[in-house]
């Protein structure tokens, strides 16, 4: 017997249409979060933080996809609704064009890349994993807003659409998975001990650090010849 498709990825995509048709930029924000925030919080507090983490990633999949092509349908729509793509959208155009900007200086994406797995192991530790996964919705909804843009601005758009999300950022995504869902326990085992929520997601957090780690040192590496193919996949 086929299994069924876990619920909140049913109902991912009613939900964005209906944020979309909304007057204000918030349902796109908060919405798809509160889809998944039953399913992974009832993993989370079970102790199965590899369950809580595998959904987490589904959600990011989803979102990202109906995100990109929300934005290549509704250009303008999207660009009204999502916090940050324009202001994104423009700087990462500017940086494929001219190689100018933080993309692709260690020394000033560092400090970012740090806050953000700061800032999103602290929400995660405090909420459960509530605030996180809305901080990951900020994230994913700019950073999938400029790849749609990008597919719009192409002579070949299957180039933005193979190489828009670049390893690093994959890697990303799925390091500060791993390591939102393994701060995410004590939250739910406050009654059980502090010691014993860290300890179920010891191994995980170790795997997320170190992706997060990996995605550092693959965009160092990496950031100016995959610029180059997304300048090739604009036709300048």
Do not use: C, Q
């Given at each position: 017997m086929a299994s069924?498709?876990?619920?909140?990825?049913?109902?991912?995509?009613?939900?964005?249409?209906?944020?979309?048709l909304a007057p204000s930029r918030w349902p796109l924000l908060v919405l798809p979060p509160l889809v998944l925030l039953p399913t992974y919080a009832r993993a989370v507090a079970a102790g199965r933080l590899g369950d809580a983490a595998r959904a987490?990633?589904?959600?990011?999949?989803?979102l990202s996809a109906l995100t990109v092509a929300a934005t290549c349908l509704f250009p303008e729509r999207m660009a009204e609704?999502?916090?940050?793509?324009?202001?994104?959208?423009?700087?990462?155009?500017?940086?494929?064009?001219?190689?100018?900007g933080a993309e692709g200086e260690i020394r000033f994406f560092l400090p970012q890349h740090l806050a953000h797995l700061a800032l999103l192991l602290v929400a995660s530790f405090?909420?459960?994993?509530?605030?996180?996964?809305?901080l990951g919705a900020f994230l994913?909804?700019?950073?999938?807003?400029?790849?749609?843009?990008?597919?719009?601005?192409?002579?070949?758009?299957?180039?933005?659409?193979?190489?828009?999300?670049?390893?690093?950022?994959?890697?990303?995504?799925?390091g500060f998975v791993l390591a939102a869902a393994a701060v995410s326990g004590p939250f739910h085992a406050r009654f059980r001990g502090l010691a014993a929520g860290l300890g179920r997601g010891r191994?995980?957090?170790?795997?997320?650090?170190?992706?997060?780690?990996?995605?550092?040192?693959?965009?160092?590496?990496?950031?100016?010849?995959?610029?180059?193919?997304?300048?090739?996949?604009?036709?300048?």
């Open positions: 069924r498709a876990p619920g909140f990825a049913v109902a991912l995509p009613v939900v964005f249409a209906l944020a979309l987490a990633l589904l959600w990011a999949a989803l609704r999502v916090f940050h793509g324009p202001a994104y959208r423009d700087e990462m155009l500017a940086w494929i064009r001219t190689g100018e405090a909420s459960g994993g509530a605030a996180g996964l809305l994913l909804n700019y950073m999938n807003f400029y790849v749609g843009s990008l597919v719009l601005a192409s002579a070949r758009p299957l180039v933005p659409l193979a190489l828009g999300w670049p390893i690093w950022s994959v890697v990303r995504v799925v191994r995980l957090l170790v795997a997320g650090l170190a992706l997060a780690a990996l995605d550092i040192l693959l965009k160092h590496l990496l950031a100016d010849s995959w610029r180059l193919l997304l300048k090739f996949g604009l036709g300048e």
